[in-house]
């Protein structure tokens, strides 16, 4: 909304949320979502023709166009808890247009939504007793995190579906003030749902794939890195998202592949629901593959052992914790008793140790007081790498995070434990320089 807003001065964009505290450092200089170039977005629109408010009710009345971008969580309870989508607040957003809207309005789905939820929005927004009108059209969002604002920018494609084509062309409208009109595709409204899902799943499919290929790597020989060359240069392949690492993370592929699957098995496709989960056991294989290398390689025991772990982010130029492999693979090791001493440059220590404690939850979201005072005595958070990996016995790198590339690895060599192991699950450091050193280095897909 916020490069809307920018790319279109005279559009009025009023970003409206239940939750005060949130609009409040919407409003501030400390945003709530870390992403580069965010910050300049925001501030050349925000006052002129963006607001961020917590009068709903407003907002909805005031508005020709309205997208629902709320969250759309994987149930954890009831029918399809693990995999279908919470829609709850979908409908809740849906019901309160209806109830406060005059007039005439599109609705737009932003969030991603299973296939079909726009025939819900439609029918609760049509039992509307008010007498307006709406159209509902689907316009998912392809950005992916850390390249938000480029992605925005200057997008590969626009996705707009609707039934009405005044509507859908309203909407190209808006996004045809600074996107080349062939790359804003028009659908049918269930072909746009269905592609955002399938566009997550065919591209988690992709790093899956080369994570599978990487294992076999280790057990041959062959450089998973090499491999990922020789593929990506067939233009029928391509060289993006070919990049062996302990695992995709981030709050979208898990979540839309399980959706996928939940849908495939809602129509009968019991075959096809299974070949997009195995995308997903795939990449828990792979998480956990890397722990238990880490633990097998230092002569089966990292009890009371300090590991530093570089990077909690799901990857680089982001915040956002969601689903990172970082805390499956910490989860494991301080299940074997790790001294865990964790650094990222912007997860704060409460965001690590509240990820951390949720990862030991059971079924019914409970973490015993055991597995608690585990996180507590074993995991420290470190202000730089530096610190992280003094005295340490091995540090893992669990995001590519740039900085990590510049450190004085001399420096690191001669505060830690010999021997020091680094185990690379992203393929970042320079191999040659740290074994010459003295490390002992493991990396993804590679002997
Ligand atoms: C993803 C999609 O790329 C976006 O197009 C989509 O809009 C977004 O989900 C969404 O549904 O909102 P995002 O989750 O932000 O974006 O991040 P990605 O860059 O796709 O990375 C996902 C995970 O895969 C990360 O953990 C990343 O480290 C990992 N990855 C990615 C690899 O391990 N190897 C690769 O080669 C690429």
């Known amino acids: 909304m916020a490069m809307i807003a920018k790319q279109c001065p005279e559009i009025p964009v009023h970003v409206v949320d239940l939750n005060q505290a949130r609009i409040d450092s919407w409003n501030s200089d400390n945003l709530p979502v870390y992403e580069p170039g965010l910050d300049a977005v925001v501030r050349e629109a925000r006052g002129r023709n963006l607001t961020f408010s917590t009068r709903v009710n407003d907002a909805i009345r005031d508005s020709n166009m309205i997208f629902i971008a709320v969250n759309t969580p994987t149930k954890t309870f009831g029918i399809g808890a693990g995999r279908a989508a919470n829609l709850e607040f979908i409908e809740k957003c849906a019901r309160q247009i209806a109830e406060v809207s005059e007039g005439h309005k599109i609705v737009v789905e932003k969030s991603t939504l299973p296939v079909r939820t726009a025939e819900a929005v439609k029918r609760i927004l049509q039992s509307s007793s008010r007498g307006c009108s709406f159209d509902v059209l689907s316009n ?21 579906g609707g039934e009405s084509s005044a509507a859908v062309q309203r909407l190209a409208d808006v996004y045809g003030r600074w996107i080349p009109r062939e790359r804003i595709l028009t659908t049918n409204l269930w072909s746009s749902e269905l592609s955002k899902l399938t566009a997550n799943a065919f591209l988690a499919q992709r790093v899956s794939s080369i994570n599978a290929i990487s294992a076999l790597c280790e057990a041959t020989g062959a450089d998973v890195d090499e491999v990922a060359r020789a593929i990506g240069t067939d233009s029928r392949i391509g060289p993006k998202f070919l990049r062996a690492s302990v695992g995709f993370g981030g709050s979208c592929f898990q979540k839309d592949i399980l959706n996928l699957v939940y849908l495939c098995e809602h129509f009968g496709l019991r075959d096809v629901a299974k070949y997009w989960e195995q995308v997903v056991v795939m990449n828990d294989y792979q998480k956990r593959r890397f722990s238990e290398r880490i633990v097998k390689t230092m002569f089966n025991t990292v009890s009371d052992k300090k590991i530093a772990i570089w990077g909690f982010a799901f990857k680089k130029d982001t915040n956002d914790t969601r689903e990172s492999p970082a805390i499956h693979v910490c989860r494991d090791l301080l299940n074997e008793r790790a001294k865990l001493c964790i650094f990222d440059p912007r997860v704060p220590e409460s965001q690590v140790r509240s990820e ?9 979201g409970d973490v015993s007081l055991k597995d608690r005072s585990l996180v507590e005595t074993n995991v420290t958070v470190a202000r730089d790498s530096y610190s992280a990996a003094e005295r340490a016995h091995a540090i893992a790198v669990l995001t590519e995070w740039d900085e990590f590339k510049q450190l004085d690895v001399q420096r690191i060599y001669d505060t830690m434990m010999q021997p020091a192991f680094v185990f690379d699950g992203r393929n970042i450091l320079n191999r040659n320089r740290l074994t010459e050193i003295g490390f002992e280095v493991h990396s993804i897909g590679k002997h």
């Open 356 to 364: 951390l404690i949720s990862a030991f939850a059971d079924a019914s």
């Open 140 to 160: 998912p969002e392809f950005l992916a995190e850390g390249t938000a604002i480029e992605d925005l920018l200057s997008p590969d494609r626009v996705l707009i």
